[in-house]
């Protein structure tokens, strides 16, 4: 059917209209520095902050409240708190693009702790979420991690362990203002940045509610999600208690394409999920087992197996198509049935160049015991079949990571030198444990150098070059190259040293959706 239906084809009536709506805006692109000039603190009612006594007190001014303590261990006084329950990585969301201070959407993960809080850094920037014990505050900060309390946004601390706190709310800095402004669509969240919906089969009515829905702010209380180009949206119905797939976007209505008992869940990213699904010929919603909605990425890339090796064939790029033995699976689209599924016997994820089966016969397998809930980690060590040894053996090379397909570089003005730094990447394999790419019939290769934590962009040397390099970019926890938020550094001869060059984007490019109509596929288990 359109994916723009209307209410009367697409079934309703589980409850009243809801008030309004408290949604985040499309992910913005960054903007330029505005940082807020003046403390949270000099906004209008906060007190400011205690100056120190030592400076000018007596002696017993500067006595801890503690001191019958001194000599005793430190570790006898209070247990170390490493924080290993608060979340590896959070997303900051729903700042509207025409605002100022945009560019603090996006990904943040744990780099530490910063004032007995764990801290987290936008990879690819210096801008981190950090606690400013002093005033009891999780701060968004530009300028890292300072011993300051200017910041670009900030919230109440609440008792909070780490800023992923949904009922946090946020003031951002507006220079217009001169002051900090609250803005209720801010959200810091630890719920997954994407929801995959898979196995509605293809031709059935709503089919098109298949795909990647990326998180844009709250709705009704509630994460929500839009696809991308499309509008469709994944968000809650709270008086339902319910998940609604939704082909007409983010509406405060209960009128649906999908829905599924929500039953107090955070977000809908659940594989044991029922969904029900719009059927006009019966009038109702019904029943659909195979349909899904997961938390797995959408693509892995299998790199390192290179010819003449026998299964050189199987790198490539998987999607996802669904569940199989119980975990996530993947299957190529070039029409060859290569599939990477789950065999719980054994613990193991296999490589499988004969599609989807229910056996343990594979190309190649890797263990996945120890956390591994889908195939895409870069740590699986992969043992592959070898018919001269009549076994698999491990080869280190092969690996399964999430990352983009393709990394695109831009911007380079064509009269200055190194400007064939310009042009597409593909990824072929990891070097330094992270994703390298090189322009197909050359050697320009982008790739990772650990010792100065640096993506360079190497034209001469290639995959086998130092630390020398025509292009850098400090990573700082990027993970990968195609990260708008890194500035490049280009070598110019005439001055004898690289220059940074803010014309130079590098974006990724992910691997489009594949039209599961044309191809066959083995049924899923």
Request: aromatic letters at 8%.
């Amino acid at each position: 059917m359109d994916s723009l239906v209307g209410a009367a084809a697409r079934g309703g009536g589980m409850g009243s209209d809801m008030g309004p709506s408290y949604l985040g805006a499309a992910m913005p692109s960054p903007y330029k520095d505005r940082r807020a000039m003046l403390s949270p603190l000099e906004e209008g009612g906060a007190a400011p902050f205690p100056r120190s006594a030592g400076a000018r007190g007596d002696a017993s001014s500067m006595v801890p409240p503690d001191a019958g303590n001194y000599g005793r261990p430190m570790a006898s006084l209070a247990p170390v708190d490493d924080f290993e329950d608060c979340p590896v990585s959070v997303h900051v969301v729903g700042r509207s693009m025409s605002r100022e201070n945009a560019d603090l959407v996006g990904e943040y993960k744990k780099v530490g702790i910063h004032h007995g809080r764990p801290a987290y850094r936008k990879p690819g920037t210096r801008t981190v979420i950090r606690y400013w014990s002093v005033a009891d505050r999780w701060l968004i900060d530009r300028e890292g991690l300072q011993e300051a309390d200017v910041c670009n946004a900030y919230a109440e601390q609440g008792g909070a362990r780490h800023p992923a706190v949904e009922e946090l709310v946020w003031r951002v800095w507006e220079s217009s203002h001169r002051s900090h402004v609250r803005d209720p669509e801010l959200l810091v969240t630890a719920v997954p940045m994407q929801i995959q919906i898979c196995g509605r089969a293809s031709g059935k009515e709503n089919w098109d509610l298949n795909g990647e829905y990326k998180l844009v702010g709250l709705h009704q209380g509630r994460v929500a999600f839009i696809k991308d180009g499309e509008g469709h949206a994944i968000r809650y119905w709270a008086m339902g208690d319910r998940w609604l797939i939704d082909l007409e976007g983010l509406r405060d209505v209960d009128v649906c394409n999908g829905y599924t008992d929500a039953r107090g869940s955070l977000h809908p990213g659940n594989p044991g999920f029922t969904w029900h699904v719009w059927d006009s010929t019966r009038g109702r919603h019904i029943l659909d087992s195979c349909l899904q909605s997961l938390t797995a990425p959408r693509v892995i890339e299998l790199v390192g197996r290179e010819h003449p090796k026998e299964n050189a064939a199987m790198c490539g790029t998987f999607h996802l198509v669904g569940m199989h033995s119980g975990r996530p699976a993947y299957v190529k689209s070039d029409g060859s049935r290569h599939a990477i599924r789950y065999w719980p016997r054994e613990d193991r994820w296999l490589i499988d160049l004969d599609g989807l089966q229910s056996s343990d016969c594979c190309n190649g397998y890797a263990e996945a015991h120890g956390g591994f809930e889908h195939p895409g980690d870069g740590q699986l060590m992969w043992h592959i079949w070898e018919t001269s040894r009549g076994r698999h053996l491990a080869d280190p090379a092969v690996r399964t990571v999430v990352a983009p397909h393709t990394v695109v570089m831009s911007g380079r003005d064509p009269y200055k030198e190194n400007c064939s730094l310009n042009g597409e990447y593909h990824i072929i394999g990891l070097i330094e444990g992270r994703p390298a790419y090189q322009q197909p019939d050359t050697e320009y290769t982008i790739r990772y150098w650990p010792s100065e934590d640096r993506w360079l962009i190497d034209l001469e040397n290639g995959i086998h070059g130092g630390d020398v390099a025509n292009v850098y970019a400090d990573a700082r926890g990027a993970e990968q190259p195609g990260n708008t938020d890194l500035l490049w550094y280009v070598w110019e001869t005439s001055r004898g040293r690289h220059v940074s060059d803010e014309d130079i984007v590098a974006q990724a490019v992910e691997a489009a959706m594949p039209d599961w109509s044309k191809l066959e596929l083995s049924p899923l288990g």
